[in-house]
């Protein structure tokens, strides 16, 4: 072989040898990444995660309530009330804003800090509590598993950022957007009945106005809420089942909504009207997402 002909088998073997290891290092990526998620959807639903080992993150977020509580406000470890109602957490991986009141949390990750890290009420009650928290997963045999699965290279990956980047993985997860108003938006437009497509008409309607601060959110790509009186204007999707409503949690249902906002607006909503917009709302319901036991609560399962 001459001189040049060595040079270009040497270039060809040395750049299959490191597309070989681009191929290695992304599986390996994809890996790790599934073991995240795993660790999450379990620190997620576990009661070890609070000071006190009765609150877990599904306490504020049940799946059968798309991820929210049920309540006017949720409850913290030591008993006490927030002072919102609990934000449903599907799609959150496409939000901006991820709290109720403050615009410049605009992470995952610094959302988290709030229930990890309040103390009036205690959320969870991290604070100062760390060691003694992060010490029950260290002395649990399915846990040390998980965890080295999730942070192979470290060789101690009992770490807050580590339960912190592992929760954010498993909220990720949770999408929905295959709602009945999807399908509809896509082109099946023989799936609304008559008293949906009239519901949405008058949602549309200058009339009302809903779509002034509910703007349509499009699956799969960053929804930028609208702020009114610095409040968060919530995401609808899967209202039906988020109940009480308002960020206080004062409406009990979505009834006591509709006549809050006409008798506001004057609109002069009729019964028919209502029924209608109702029978709308309850196409943005998706609750696909639980039959997917990858969501779930994993100790269920075992």
């Known amino acids: ?18 597309f070989l290891l681009i191929r290695i290092d992304a ?34 977020h049940d799946p059968v309530m798309a991820f929210t509580d049920g309540y006017r406000t949720s409850s913290g470890a030591d008993g006490y009330n ?23 949390v605009t992470t995952l990750k610094a959302q988290l800090q709030f229930p990890f890290f309040n103390e009036h009420p205690k959320e969870l009650g991290w604070k100062g509590n760390e060691q003694i928290i992060l010490k029950r997963f260290l002395n649990d045999t399915q846990y040390q598993r998980l965890f080295k699965k999730a942070f192979p290279l470290q060789s101690n990956p009992f770490q807050l950022a580590n ?6 993985a498993f909220e990720e997860q949770l999408v929905s957007y295959n709602a009945k108003y999807d399908r509809y938006v896509k082109g099946n437009f023989s799936s609304f009945s008559e008293d949906e497509r009239n519901g949405l008409t008058l949602f549309s309607s200058n009339r009302l106005g809903c779509t002034g601060c509910h703007r349509w959110e499009q699956p799969f790509k960053k929804d930028h809420p609208l702020f ?6 919530p995401s609808l999707r899967n209202v039906l089942l988020t109940a009480p409503y308002m960020h206080d949690g004062r409406i009990e249902n979505i009834n006591g909504v509709l006549e809050y906002y006409s008798q506001k607006n004057s609109l002069y909503l009729t019964n028919k009207e209502k029924k209608q917009i109702i029978s709308f709302l309850y196409t943005l319901t998706d609750t696909s997402y639980l039959s997917n036991k990858e969501l779930l609560n994993p100790f269920q399962y075992q």
Do not use: E, P
């Not at 072989?1 to 490191?18: P, S």
């Not at 927030?82 to 615009?103: C, D, G, M, P």
């Not at 009114?228 to 204007?233: E, L």
């Open 1 to 18: 072989m001459n001189r040049k002909g060595l040079i270009i088998g040497m270039i060809t073997a040395a750049a299959y040898a490191g």
């Open 27 to 60: 599986t390996a990526n994809i890996s790790t990444q599934k073991a995240r998620i795993k660790l999450g959807q379990y620190l997620f639903y576990d009661t070890k995660l609070s000071y006190n080992q009765t609150k877990t993150c599904v306490s504020c």
């Open 82 to 104: 927030l002072k919102h109602n609990a934000i449903s957490l599907l799609n959150v991986k496409y939000r901006t804003v991820f709290t109720w009141t403050k615009q410049s």
């Open 163 to 168: 339960v912190q980047t592992a929760i954010i």
């Open 228 to 233: 009114s009186k610095g409040i968060r204007v």
